[in-house]
């Protein structure tokens, strides 16, 4: 996967400063071709490692390889946290907020739905 991460939306910049003139001079556009050249049966080549593939692909512009990190599930979600940021909120702000008499708050990295009746969370923490 090749991602095109910009710094703030801006578009990449030439050595003065300036967005490309030429969509070819762009490097985001030169990485797209290359990556575009890498045909199906070296994607799937058990013989062809990633690596490989990659310093063929790219190698005038340096590749580096990172350690594959282990990926793990980290939402720090938790009534307290919900409870703390809602309590933020007024009175009539939770009037706004009510679904069949409850505050509902869905987190959306975990989906997980913590609900709180208005007095509750009137009461300190």
């Known amino acids: 996967m090749i ?3 910009p710094k703030a939306g801006k578009p990449f910049l030439d050595e003065d400063g300036e967005p490309f003139q030429r969509p070819a001079d762009d490097p985001w556009h030169r ?4 990556a575009h050249t890498a045909e199906d049966h070296e994607l799937v080549d058990p013989q062809l490692s990633a690596e490989r593939l990659l ?24 009534e307290t946290r919900v ?17 069949d008499g409850m ?3 869905r987190c959306e990295f975990c989906s ?14």
């Open 31 to 34: 990485a797209q071709i290359l």
């Open 83 to 99: 409870r703390r940021i809602l309590s933020r909120y007024s009175e009539e702000d939770y009037k706004t907020m009510l679904e």
């Open 55 to 78: 310093y063929r692909l790219f190698h005038e512009d340096g590749v580096r390889v990172t350690p594959p990190q282990s990926i793990h599930f980290g939402c720090t979600c938790s």
């Open 112 to 125: 997980r739905t913590y609900r709180f009746r208005p007095e509750d969370l009137l009461r300190p923490i």
């Open 103 to 105: 505050v509902r708050v």
């Open 3 to 5: 991602q095109h991460l």
